[in-house]
């Protein structure tokens, strides 16, 4: 788009020199606008009033040197069109991709790069302060300490770097340590001293946007005497649109995007996190939206949010002006390069334990041999196949042994008494070794690998504890027809369900204080999510408030990890950025890239000897016919020199060659590797021997899936 189009979209309207009319709108863009210093390619008047210019550049040009340039055209402006000095303020280098935008009203201002151009009602407001933004975060008055704790006030005071116009900041707080709340004192702070306009805080998923809004409305700002929402507005975005009177918006990542690229958006892509998808998702290209301008906040706060949001979900992000806060307890490389490695306050698990802001953890491991080794299902036994899409079942019989590993069980293969064995171990020790004196059992929240899973769990968890379906609950987000909030709410404050069945809807964000035990079903490969896990039960309550839930409970001192497949051994990996350390140099590069695509070396193994040798016997009939295609390219040197130097071909002068009829592709059979897809039903067993298990016990589920053999 060129920058008279920006401009336009921005709300400008762009005029010649011959034709200006400064009353024509509330913004206008004069194009090669005279000054002393030579013509400015844009002059810009809001009101009538001169108060910036744009110095334009072709694409691709480096605009950081031309800042000068710009400032010497608004230092010789015509004299009788400034009325005040620091009118002409606003200084835009563009260069139809890239805008760099500084506001020389700034303390030590700088330039910084933004999206789009600022709309003219956008910078008559800011004519009309008395104070920029950064200037007024440099006099911010002293925090109100009142409720806050010590890594609370550390976490606030330090976001005076905001102050510096160091535009990113991080803080890292443990889980449970309060980082909602302090997102809602320094938020109430700059709403209300620093005069911003509007906050967006974006969470993981639709019902932590939820959890964050009820937050925000029982803050009680210190020194007010009012709730939160007495004082300013508080909007869950919609499908409706951006509230304009809301001071604080709180959304998740992709109901904003949906808004800016006005594409639908269902609930059930919104309840979704970038922990459960790992953040494969393909890369969101934002374009601007007029209805949503860049300066539709001024402070985004991203709390407890997968990495993808910046990295797929980066342009988002980068859409607005504005500054942006990042809450995590958990910071991996990729949040700290985004945030510039401006850590602003830290306050890790260990220190939160130490000052009894949260509880420990002890691990109680189950084994089964099943869990360990998996088993094998000898052919001849009729086994149920259960239909993922539909459920259904139907008997087939085994026309061969069927092993399974441990990564396929509760995945392609079921093993009900496994789960139950697990359920049983749980149920026998909680009264003697995990929680002896108790007669009750203690909040807890079972991790399942899907929604599968999750359904044979809880059947199974009401059969081992002898209990009716009050007393344990499938909480996911194909919970129907209850509602998983309702059922979060009863999990957190009513005496049932005592247990909560779940995949990863309660993983990351969720508070449910009562929580004393988590059961790991599933492995968890990331260190990040697995600590995300970890934090549900890792929050304190008081002694009163645990027996409203838990009447035999004295207080909760510790949470209890029980993991059934090795979660707290398995190897757990943190996603590095991409390596862009320099490992050859540019001529070599240059070489490479002219050479071409290397050859595939060849293994022996499989046959590769005759295939070199038709290869070779190709290569020497190839231009047999042909003179024109013996002709070897010009010499040169490198490390490819000798493979560009062999005679080529010329297809292009019409010499037919059998090197023509190759097949750049190769099938499964080529490969000496068949590839076999199964159909959506899959074999199943039921009643065959085990080692850890009576056969007349054990039956079997194997879910369809596609198999490799």
Known sequence: MTIDGQLVNAGWLVQSREEMNRSAGLGVAVREFPTASGPVDYALFVGGTLCGVVEAKPEGTTLSGFSDQAARYMGGVPEHLVRREGQVRFEYVASGTEILFRDHADPASRSRRVYFFHRPETLRRWLVEPMTIRRRLQAMPPLLTERLRECQIDA??????????????????ATGAGKTYTACVFSHRLLEHAKFRRVLFLADRANLVRQTRHEFEDFR????????????????????GLDRDAAVVIATIQRVYSLLSGRELSEE?????????????????????????IESFDLIITDECHRSIYGTWREVLEYFDAFIVGLTATPSVHTMGFFNRNLVAQYPHERSVADKVNVPYEIYRIRTDIGEHGGTIPKGYQVPVRDKRTRAERYEELDQDLAYTPQELDRSVVVPNQIRTVLEAYRDSLFTELFPGRNEVPKTLIFCKDDHHAEDVVGITREVFGQGNNFAKKVTYQTKPEDPEQLIRQFRTDYNPRIAVTVDMIATGTDVKPLEVLIFLRDVKSALYFEQMKGRGAR????????????????????????????TESLKHVSQPLDRDRKIGFDRLIDDIAAGPPRRRRNLNFGSAPRRARSQDRRQSACGHCERCLRPRPESVGPQAARRNRPRHDRARGCQSPTQSR??????????????????????????????RDPHRHDLYRRSHFLRL
Do not use: C, W
């Not at 645990?546 to 029980?562: C, D, H, M, N, S």
């Not at 099938?667 to 085990?690: D, F, I, K, M, N």
């Open 156 to 173: 606030v005071t330090n976001l005076e770097a905001l102050a510096a116009d160091h535009p990113r900041a991080l803080i890292q707080m």
């Open 221 to 240: 700002p210190p020194g007010t005497g009012r709730s939160f929402t007495e004082l300013y507005n508080v909007q869950r975005l919609g499908p409706t």
């Open 269 to 293: 892509d919104e309840e979704k996190s970038g922990f459960e998808t790992g953040g494969s998702e393909p890369k969101r290209v934002v374009r601007y939206n007029p209805a949503i301008p």
């Open 540 to 567: 304190t309550i008081t002694p009163t408030q645990l027996r409203q839930v838990t009447p035999g409970a004295e207080e909760k001192i510790r949470f209890v990890l029980v993991d059934a497949v090795g979660v």
């Open 663 to 692: 097949s750049r592709g190769r099938g499964a059979e080529g490969r000496g590797v068949p590839a076999v897809r199964r159909s959506g039903l899959a074999p199943v067993a039921e009643g065959h021997q085990t080692p850890d």
